[in-house]
């Protein structure tokens, strides 16, 4: 760890601590494990996480989707190093990590089945229909908003 992620570990402690703890954070996590059971992903399936922080949905989603690999995308590498020492201690398999913003993730159009929450898209582009659709992934993704 550098000396600038050290200026940044409060941060994804205090925002680890509030997800975990915060009722309201619980029940968006439900909801999007829940609307994951309905999605028709079968094996091989990629579903994104943009904007993951520490994992608090890619995680459970991860889980939930043992057939699919859940794409983990974190700019911040605080949480991202949080996510990835979660990710090992619940035992995850299916979960693949990336460090960059969604500008900078560079997927091939088609190359996600589902899109998760978009937390930081939807901030940048208005939701997560618009994320999908400025990744040319609509077409063939399903969006949680």
């Known amino acids: 760890m550098n000396t600038a992620d050290l200026n940044r570990a409060p941060h994804s402690i205090a925002y680890e601590a509030i997800t975990a703890n915060n009722p309201a954070q619980q029940e968006v996590v439900s909801r999007c494990v829940a609307a994951a059971r309905g999605w028709p992903l079968g094996p091989g399936a990629r579903v994104l996480d943009a904007g993951a922080g520490t994992g608090s949905i890619s995680i459970p ?58 937390w930081k898209s939807a901030a940048e582009y208005g939701s997560a229909t618009t994320c999908a659709s400025s990744l040319s992934l609509r077409a063939h993704s399903r969006a949680v908003a």
């Open 61 to 118: 989603l991860a889980l939930e989707l043992p057939q699919c690999t859940v794409i983990h995308l974190e700019p911040d590498s605080d949480m991202f190093d949080a996510a990835r020492t979660k990710a090992v201690q619940a035992g995850v398999t299916n979960l693949e990590f990336l460090q960059c913003d969604l500008a900078s993730a560079n997927f091939l159009p088609g190359s996600m089945s589902a899109i998760g929450p978009c």
